[in-house]
């Protein structure tokens, strides 16, 4: 029990200690790329909280939230169909896993060139690149429900929406949501280069300027906090997912032990 | 010494010449030939055979879950074609029947839910088959935190629920151990008496299969074929001490076993 | 047999049916748009792999990734290994690596190419980080798994520490680099894309931007083709030498990401 305690400071601890580890070492820097730990949380400050909030931190997530919402419905939508019907998974196939393999960053470009610069161009940019590790996922799960769950389906005469809803869509629930988090992370990345190839709102594009005027703390404080917004976004995920699947991690552990 | 009405021989389930056949042409594999039996009202007709003989496939074939190849099942002489709705089936493998998601109580009322019942039946026979199968207290439970043969009284009580004519049940008891066998076995005459559903079990265990049935159903050879079915006239109500204590009961198991046993 | 081109043939319509779907819309509904039809796009690409510039970006980007991701998984093996043999290490380097591992290289994009401008160097670097942290995370976990029987009984035959990890903790801990590097192949060409869209680092990425930034909307297409076909052999690549690797051990899969 010691042990275990023992543990859990050091990874709470660790964290913390390289924090004000960087804070003590860069506290009298002249280093232009690495400026004080201090001036960087004031700069932070100044721009986040809350100068900026409204016309850049919710516009990025406002799109983020947006274009992810719609490719995830896609995604799970588009995937029951190619699942359960065999000539449109036939048909999908191909062109999905050449679509898949292209990085999502270099849709961007495309969307640029097709819908111009504006809001339109990143919802869409995200959306389409975060579509299809949900899309993938869906279909693996779908196809690797069990039979026997299949039939009972079958014996106890389910109805269709019933089969589709309550029994295909909880079973292949886990593999949806690995996918779904994925998609997370991908349509994170491409909100911020959305923003930095075709923006002037938004944190991406606001770090992007500052990087390029030379605004090094600036720079910093829109680097910080991207990465506190992706940690966060995906502890959010997380959280949520444990709590909805909570009954397979259970049934997990109990199969393990 | 009471005998099963011979005036309650009413015919349920009639399976006639009923063939099954894997694939085609040259890689065609026949696992059923013409079966012919008959399942009257009320009773409880264990299926019995060596390994991989193919019970599974017929009863697969008799849920509606297969289309059979040549032959038919009825039922009250209308011809089965998909699952039919007065007949309920029991898996063999529990754990992967049940859906982990839902408390056991939910997994009772899945199939419920499409018969749109008033709520106060639907709880009603949910909670009367929780009761029957002594798991009033789990309900609120996950299927994978109970043992095995709590799971396959969950699957029990699933079908009780869903009311059935007909009960099939595949190797139910064959996974777990063998206290939990004699009650389970109970519990099944149990249902017969109670709710007056006629039951077929596949089972490959041959004193249970006697200790059960009003008739056994022996299938041999591949592709299976009945060899015969016997009557077994032991007493009712049967209990698990008196009832395999008996000298009939050595006797019809030694005939149903030797039959098994007989080279094809 | 015949099972089998059924579903090919739908493929094969399937993709046809997509090529025809933009012809029509390439000449139709966005008719004088950036969207070029797919002939036009494809004889550009034959054009480009006429000109020496273009095999010269590919080979910038395929040598990025590949070697981004081979120093990775030395780096990363390495650090794995040290890491996951003693026990507070691991959770104090864990907890900073958990803190990490949502946040994807492109929020340091623009700290990286102010510090070492828009050059190759600058993309191995992104790349490395990229590749890196899910390799090491991997590794411990795989050591972490080692079977303690394996070990004790390596230890009662008097191998040394060392001998140990590398002929006992290292082929247990396979698989589980096996995923990570199954992961971290296509997010190496990923990383290497982006560095030279948004970084200005050399190979494919920077071709697309010029492209789109001169409104050279075929070119700019036919590279996106590029780019999903060179995914396709990544994706490829990695699923034959994870077979070969770990032929003795593919079914066993444990993924902690």
Not at chain 1, 95 to 108: E, K, M, N, T, W
Not at chain 3, 72 to 100: D, H, K, N, Q, W
Request: proline share 6%.
């Amino acid at each position: 029990m010691k042990r275990k305690a023992l543990n859990w400071s050091l990874g709470i601890a660790t964290p913390v200690l390289l924090v004000a580890a960087w804070w003590a070492a860069s506290a009298n820097s002249m280093n232009t790329f690495f400026p004080p730990l201090s001036a960087i949380m004031i700069r932070f400050r100044q721009l986040w909280l809350f100068d900026h909030f409204g016309s850049d931190i919710l516009l990025s997530l406002r799109n983020l939230l947006l274009g992810y919402a719609v490719a995830t419905v896609a995604g799970v939508v588009i995937g029951f169909v190619t699942a359960l019907v065999p000539v449109a998974r036939w048909a999908l196939d191909p062109v999905i896993h050449f679509l898949r393999g292209i990085p999502p960053v270099a849709l961007v470009p495309i969307f640029i060139s097709l819908i111009g610069f504006g809001i339109e161009m990143r919802v869409a940019s995200i959306a389409l690149a975060a579509l299809f590790p949900t899309l993938i996922a869906t279909v693996d799960g779908i196809r690797s429900v069990d039979t026997t769950l299949k039939d009972v389906s079958s014996v106890y005469r389910l109805t269709r929406g019933e089969k589709l809803a309550q029994v295909y869509l909880p079973a292949a629930g886990p593999q949806i949501a690995s996918g779904m988090q994925v998609s997370l992370q991908v349509a994170f990345i491409v909100m911020i280069a959305s923003e930095m190839l075709g923006s002037s709102e938004g944190i991406g594009a606001m770090t992007l300027l500052a990087q390029q005027s030379f605004m090094i703390p600036d720079m910093w404080a829109g680097i910080l906090l991207l990465g506190v917004i992706g940690f966060g976004a995906n502890l959010v995920f997380e959280l949520l997912k444990n709590r909805i699947l909570a009954w397979h991690a259970g049934s997990r552990r109990l199969a393990n032990s | 010494m009471t005998v099963r009405n011979a005036a309650a021989a009413l015919p349920r389930l009639e399976v006639t010449a009923l063939s099954k056949t894997y694939g085609s042409g040259a890689s065609a594999k026949c696992v059923i030939e013409d079966l012919t039996f008959t399942v009257n009202t009320g009773e409880v007709v264990c299926i019995v055979g060596p390994s991989g003989v193919g019970k599974t496939t017929l009863l697969k074939c008799l849920a509606g879950l297969q289309p059979v190849t040549s032959g038919a099942a009825a039922i009250d002489g209308r011809k089965i074609d998909g699952p039919p709705a007065e007949m309920a089936l029991v898996f063999q493998d529990y754990s992967r029947s049940l859906m982990p998601w839902l408390t056991v109580r939910k997994n009772i009322r899945l199939p419920l839910r499409h018969l749109r019942l008033p709520a106060a039946e639907l709880n009603q026979r949910i909670d009367t088959a929780l009761e029957a199968v002594g798991l009033t207290h789990a309900a609120n439970q996950y299927p994978w935190q109970l043992s095995g043969g709590m799971q396959q009284r969950v699957a029990i009580a699933r079908a009780l629920a869903y009311r059935p004519e007909i009960l099939i049940m595949d190797e139910p008891f064959a996974s777990v151990d063998a206290q939990t066998r004699f009650e389970l076995e109970d519990l099944c005459l149990k249902i017969r008496d109670d709710f007056g559903m006629t039951i077929l079990v596949v089972t490959h265990d041959i004193d249970e299969a006697v200790y059960l049935s009003d008739r056994v159903v022996v299938l041999g050879a591949k592709p299976a074929r009945v060899l015969d079915v016997v009557g077994i006239d032991l007493p009712a109500p049967r209990d698990q001490i008196s009832s395999r204590a008996l000298k009939e009961f050595a006797d019809q198991r030694t005939n149903v076993l030797s039959m098994i046993r007989k080279p094809a | 047999m015949k099972t089998q081109i059924k579903p090919a043939a739908v493929g094969a319509l399937g993709i046809a049916g997509a090529l025809l779907l933009w012809q029509f819309v390439a000449t139709g509904p966005m008719n004088g748009s950036a969207l070029p039809t797919p002939g036009h796009a494809i004889a550009e690409l034959a054009a480009l792999l006429t000109t020496g510039t273009f095999w010269a970006n590919l080979a910038d980007t395929i040598l990025i990734a590949l070697g981004g991701l081979a120093i990775s998984a030395v780096a990363g093996v390495a650090a794995g290994l040290l890491i996951g043999s003693f026990g507070p290490v691991r959770y104090a380097t864990m907890a900073v690596l958990e803190f990490l591992k949502p946040i994807p290289p492109i929020v340091v994009l623009p700290l990286v190419v102010l510090v070492l401008g828009p050059t190759a160097q600058m993309s191995w670097v992104l790349v490395v980080i990229g590749c890196a942290l899910p390799i090491v995370m991997q590794t411990v976990a795989g050591v972490h798994d080692t079977d303690p029987v394996a070990r004790d009984t390596a230890r009662s035959y008097g191998m040394g520490h060392a001998e140990i990890l590398l002929r006992v903790t290292l082929p247990g801990a396979m698989p589980f680099i096996g995923t990570a590097m199954r992961v971290a192949a296509p997010a190496a060409l990923v990383v290497a894309v982006v560095a030279g869209l948004l970084g200005g680092g050399p190979g494919l990425g920077q071709s697309i931007y010029q492209a789109q930034a001169a409104g050279d909307f075929p070119v700019l297409y036919a590279l996106v083709l590029v780019l999903g076909l060179l995914g396709l052999v990544f994706q490829g690549a990695t699923r034959l030498a994870e077979r070969r690797l770990l032929h003795w051990h593919e079914s066993y899969r444990e993924v902690v990401l």
